[in-house]
């Protein structure tokens, strides 16, 4: 079969894409589905998602035999599978000699072959055969009953350039109901991102089920009213705001996750962004210089001056918490890719004014030997990365974790800018970037009157397509310890799922190609490239029902007039 290098649609790009002279594959009512021994995850998507999208059954296939029921189990399948030449099949399979996450996409006019050097593998080359079917491939049930379904033959090599590809959901500031959290597992997936970082607590809400502390739900989980736009707003929405998931909600959120090859790393702040726990358990306060009792949830945005009391009783209750959620987050949850052993505790943004006015706070200063407060601070960080570490699993926090020493297993989200990310690889630590000047989703889009509620910095879809990872500056020695890259989506202007549909969407596109494919030097990238094959993959996110910013700007129903934002003029640091 005669190939040459030939374009396609795909986002994020291949590494190198193959196609014949000619020759399509056409997927119909006999097209069955033929899976080796440990492809089941992609195998169960393929049916229940690409099978509906399709009207198609895609029976399972033993070699050698008829049609099985469709949920027969693959477990039982034969080795052999992988070599036997089956026409109107997809063939699913595990090659040793391709990496974890790499995955090869054969097409031909008889049958699609997919390998991967592991199950996660075998599912991305299936995101990628979803998206050479086309924008209908992305629906929920066949809107064109018959139509034919063809994929070009041609082979696609892939892999991804780093392990972290992530996106933080902040479920805390505006909760987000499961099955939304479902839905972006989903969009994720959809874009071979593998890493969702769930920011569960902070001091506008407490988000997950603790059972032996029941209230941190009962009465953290709810404000009374809400603050609408940036916190100099004068705007509230006067009616209660809150929710949290149940820890089976949870559970169906990591399984759901780990289906699709997702790891959930879990975020619980300390000891700044607590209010929410401190009003529900006041002695958690710093009790001899405030009121911690007349703390209610709070309703406004910004840094909160209330954090916790650097005291026994709090390392206890929150070593209880994390007793509950490390079996609610397990370390080795099935089909995850790799990062389920992190745990991310915050350390960001904690104001010292309590413990500098607290004879407790300072008592516990000169009882620990310790300089000051921000040795405090890194005292009480430090607990807990070792209490985490005895237990197999990784301290993960804010680049001001590293105030104060960092033990070697910890690993740092680099957001205030390239530096942290670069001290933290240089002192040996693993490192997840995500600056807030370049991929904080909840920055605005464009530099418009009609841009809703403008925050921060104007970063545009090129600005996020042009975002290097990698900090500059940085030799290849430390390079190594960047594990990958992270968008983060902060939802405080963020009410509902619509808004943040807005925010995250397109751009989030262009973050998936910066994190998977083996771009170029950002001024080198090919950005109309990238618009062109965007085209096509705005229908898909039309499909999905995806609530994106036009590229010609904000729908009427998008705007958010006379709402007050914090837009920041000109280009954004690079430090």
């Known amino acids: 079969m005669a190939q040459d290098?030939?374009?396609?649609?795909?986002?994020?790009?291949?590494?190198?894409?193959?196609?014949?002279?000619?020759?399509?594959?056409?997927?119909?009512?006999?097209?069955?589905?033929?899976?080796?021994?440990?492809?089941?995850?992609?195998?169960?998507?393929?049916?229940?998602?690409?099978?509906?999208?399709?009207?198609l059954p895609l029976p399972a296939v033993s070699p050698g035999g008829p049609p099985t029921a469709a949920s027969a189990a693959v477990s039982s399948a034969p080795s052999a599978v992988g070599r036997e030449s089956a026409a109107n099949s997809v063939r699913l399979l595990l090659d040793d000699t391709l990496e974890p996450e790499a995955y090869r996409l054969r097409v031909t006019d008889r049958s699609?072959?997919?390998?991967?050097?592991?199950?996660?593998?075998?599912?991305?080359?299936?995101?990628?055969?979803?998206?050479?079917?086309?924008?209908?491939?992305?629906?929920?049930?066949?809107?064109?009953?018959?139509?034919?379904?063809?994929?070009?033959?041609?082979?696609?090599?892939?892999?991804?350039?780093f392990r972290w590809r992530g996106l933080m959901l902040?479920?805390?500031?505006?909760?987000?109901?499961?099955?939304?959290?479902?839905r972006y597992l989903d969009l994720m997936a959809a874009h071979k991102l593998n890493v969702l970082h769930l920011h569960l607590t902070d001091d506008q809400?407490?988000?997950?089920?603790?059972k032996r502390y029941p209230k941190l739900t009962e009465t953290g989980s709810w404000r009374s009213r809400t603050k609408v736009g940036h916190r100099a707003s004068p705007l509230w929405e006067d009616k209660p705001h809150g929710g949290h998931y149940t820890q089976d909600d949870i559970r169906e959120i990591v399984a759901y996750a780990a289906e699709r090859h997702i790891s959930v790393v879990p975020e619980i702040d300390v000891p700044g962004h607590s209010q929410a726990a401190i009003a529900a358990y006041p002695e958690l306060g710093n009790t001899d210089v405030i009121d911690a009792t007349a703390l209610t949830v709070w309703d406004n945005w910004g840094i909160n001056p209330n954090v916790l009391a650097p005291t026994d009783n709090t390392l206890r209750?929150?070593?209880?918490?994390?007793?509950?959620?490390?079996?609610?987050?397990?370390?080795?949850?099935?089909?995850?890719?790799?990062?389920?052993?992190?745990?991310?505790?915050?350390?960001?943004?904690?104001?010292?004014?309590?413990?500098?006015?607290?004879?407790?706070?300072?008592?516990?200063?000169?009882?620990?030997?310790?300089?000051?407060?921000?040795?405090?601070?890194?005292?009480?960080?430090?607990?807990?990365?070792?209490?985490?570490?005895?237990?197999?699993?990784?301290?993960?926090?804010?680049?001001?974790?590293?105030?104060?020493?960092?033990?070697?297993?910890?690993?740092?989200?680099?957001?205030?800018?390239?530096?942290?990310?670069?001290?933290?690889a240089r002192a040996g630590h693993d490192v997840v970037m995500c600056p807030e000047q370049q991929v904080y989703l909840d920055h605005r889009q464009d530099a418009g009157a009609d841009e809703p509620v403008p925050i921060g910095y104007v970063r545009t879809l090129e600005d996020v397509y042009r975002f290097e990872p990698v900090p500059p500056g940085l030799d290849a020695d430390h390079a190594h310890h960047v594990l990958g890259a992270q968008a983060n989506v902060w939802t405080e202007v963020m009410e509902d799922s619509a808004r943040v549909d807005y925010q995250t969407f397109p751009r989030l596109?262009?973050?998936?190609?910066?994190?998977?494919?083996?771009l170029p030097a950002p001024s080198q990238r090919d950005f109309a490239d990238f618009e062109r094959r965007m085209t096509t993959h705005y229908r898909r996110l039309d499909a999905l029902g995806v609530a994106y910013r036009p590229p010609t700007g904000p729908h009427p129903w998008q705007r958010r007039p006379g709402i007050l934002g914090r837009p920041i003029d000109g280009p954004p640091p690079v430090r």
């Open 112 to 161: 699609v072959e997919i390998r991967g050097g592991a199950p996660a593998g075998v599912f991305w080359g299936a995101q990628t055969l979803r998206q050479l079917l086309g924008p209908d491939a992305f629906r929920r049930a066949p809107v064109r009953p018959g139509a034919a379904h063809a994929v070009p033959a041609q082979v696609i090599e892939d892999a991804p350039r």
């Open 5 to 55: 290098e030939i374009k396609n649609d795909v986002i994020p790009a291949a590494r190198a894409v193959a196609g014949a002279v000619r020759g399509a594959f056409l997927f119909d009512q006999d097209t069955t589905l033929r899976a080796a021994p440990g492809t089941g995850t992609a195998e169960r998507w393929l049916r229940a998602t690409l099978g509906a999208a399709l009207g």
């Open 205 to 210: 809400g407490w988000r997950v089920e603790i």
């Open 317 to 424: 209750f929150y070593e209880g918490v994390f007793e509950e959620l490390l079996d609610l987050f397990p370390a080795n949850a099935t089909g995850s890719t790799g990062f389920s052993e992190f745990f991310h505790i915050g350390g960001d943004e904690c104001p010292k004014d309590q413990w500098r006015a607290s004879p407790a706070a300072q008592a516990r200063i000169r009882e620990l030997g310790l300089a000051d407060e921000d040795e405090l601070q890194a005292w009480f960080v430090g607990h807990f990365d070792k209490w985490l570490a005895a237990r197999g699993r990784r301290l993960i926090g804010w680049d001001e974790i590293l105030e104060g020493g960092l033990a070697d297993g910890a690993a740092v989200s680099s957001w205030r800018g390239y530096a942290g990310g670069i001290a933290a």
């Open 170 to 182: 902040d479920v805390a500031r505006h909760f987000m109901p499961k099955d939304g959290v479902l």
């Open 509 to 518: 596109a262009a973050f998936a190609e910066v994190a998977w494919s083996a």
